[in-house]
């Protein structure tokens, strides 16, 4: 069974900056299309970031220039560099593959972006 585990969330100031990361149980990333998600309270869960196995990238715009996905298939870690962090970014992140498959759901990491 995949599990599926985010860190480096927290508290930072708007226009800090923060880098999340996603650790998969087993071998994935080099055969799937991996992506970022969040949901806000209150609100649906969104795709955030896209990374294909080849490494291309695509974002949601509300993001675009500011949040940057990457992953290193080696460590089966997907990472998410968070620039010019705004309130509205505040939410529980999540990774998953695409289409998100249920049970690959973890606990997520909350990013609070606060003065």
């Known amino acids: 069974q995949v599990q599926l585990v985010e860190s480096g969330g927290g508290l930072v100031q708007p226009g800090g900056s923060l880098r999340l990361s996603c650790t998969a149980s087993?071998?994935?990333?080099?055969?799937?299309?991996m992506a970022w998600y969040r949901q806000a309270p209150g609100k649906q869960r969104e795709l955030v970031a896209i990374?294909?196995?080849?490494?291309?990238?695509n974002y949601v715009d509300s993001v675009k220039g500011r949040f940057t996905i990457s992953r290193d298939n080696a460590k089966n870690t997907v990472y998410l560099q968070m620039n010019s962090l705004k309130p509205e970014d505040t939410a529980v992140y999540y990774c998953?593959?695409?289409?998100?498959?249920?049970?690959?759901w973890g606990q997520g990491t909350q990013v609070t972006v606060s003065s």
């Open positions: 990374t294909t196995p080849g490494g291309r990238t």
């Open positions: 998953n593959i695409v289409p998100a498959a249920n049970s690959y």
């Open positions: 087993r071998t994935m990333l080099s055969i799937n299309n």
